[in-house]
């Protein structure tokens, strides 16, 4: 410690020479002063009295380095505050380090699952200010915090974010880890999925007790190699014009680089929205419901750029097309004087035409408003119609 201040000394001593001749004989021997004396008080006394000399750089090295090297590198709140009280400090780098080491854990997941006992999800330390904890997640996201000999200390819950209500309980996608992205503050971070349509990410400081949570959901598809999930959807996060914080950035951020999540276009995701309106509104539609709910289409969804590729019914006051689409069997109504589009009727697309039924063709009857569903099963055939106008269903 000594021959660290006696180096700076001598260093500070150079820097006087060289601008003695430049300064009034005061300021020249009140800075002097400061580096014989070598104390806090003196160099606080010479930046009160002098906060503009070409000397005040050299005397805030002084000062600094008095204060910070006196500090036991292992005191987390002396260093902290430290840092707080002279952020544009010649050593803010070290202390910055010094923080970052007092909240990194030492503790590999192993010991931290071994602590937490088997029950748990998953487990990772997490040091505070230079004290050791575990975080044990358990089911539910139901949240333990751990003193190394296995104490409990506190319990948190986690919300878990979801769509759908019915969603099954959480599986975490990926192992727990407690990480600093931005600084020294360091976070919970995990990944979820609710079922197979939504995966979640989440950053938690235990600290605080703050949460931020970002969602990706959509339509599940067939996993690639290497793969558990893989979803075709969005994010509501991610939608313009929605100013987010530093986390959610960073959350959604990730959803870009995982090759599991699959960025849907406006034109599909359009799609994918008015399916589903439409399919909540009509869950009986292919067993018993008589009456049916239709829904309006925006111009850009991809079932319309669909319709306008296929082959028209032509009826009284509107148009339909049969076709195929993001998983779906659709009929699309398009009104000739207004030129609106009708999400008219949606089935899932029939896999075993020999086996399942099957919508093979439909066509208006002669009043040109009753539309009729030609269907296959097997060897019999049958009719569904649909009467545009009312909106009923005669089976």
Known sequence: MKSIHIIIIGLLG????????????????????????S????????????????????????????IFFALDPEDAPGVLEFAKAYPASPFKDLARERILRHNTSTLSREDALKIAGPDCLDAAGWRKDNVEHILALDKGLELRILSPDGTLQET????????????????????IEVINPFGSRSYLHLCYLNGDSEYVEALYLPAEDILS???????????????????????????EGLTNTAEVLWLTGRFKENPSLVQVSRADLLTDNAIRWWRERNPKAETSASRLTFGQLDPESSIVEAYKKARKEKGKSSNAALFDIRGYTVICAASRSTGEYTLVWVEPVCKNRKRDKFLNSIYFESDGTTLNLFYYKGSNTFKLKISLPSQTLRR
Not at 14 to 37: F, I, M, P
Not at 45 to 53: A, E, G, M, W
């Open 14 to 37: 150079l820097a006087a020479a060289s601008c003695a001749v430049s300064k009034g004989d005061a300021e020249t021997a009140l800075y002097t002063r400061t580096l014989k004396s």
């Open 39 to 66: 104390t806090v008080k003196a160099a606080e006394k010479f930046l009160q009295k002098y906060p503009n000399s070409t000397y005040a750089p050299a005397v805030v090295r002084l000062r600094d380095s008095l």
């Open 213 to 239: 949570q970002a969602m990706f959901y959509g339509t599940p598809i067939k996993p690639g190699k290497d793969e558990s999930y893989r979803i075709e959807g969005q994010s509501p996060e991610m939608m």
């Open 156 to 175: 948190r819950s986690i919300p878990v974010y979801m769509l759908d209500d019915n969603s099954p309980e959480p599986v975490l996608a990926a192992p």
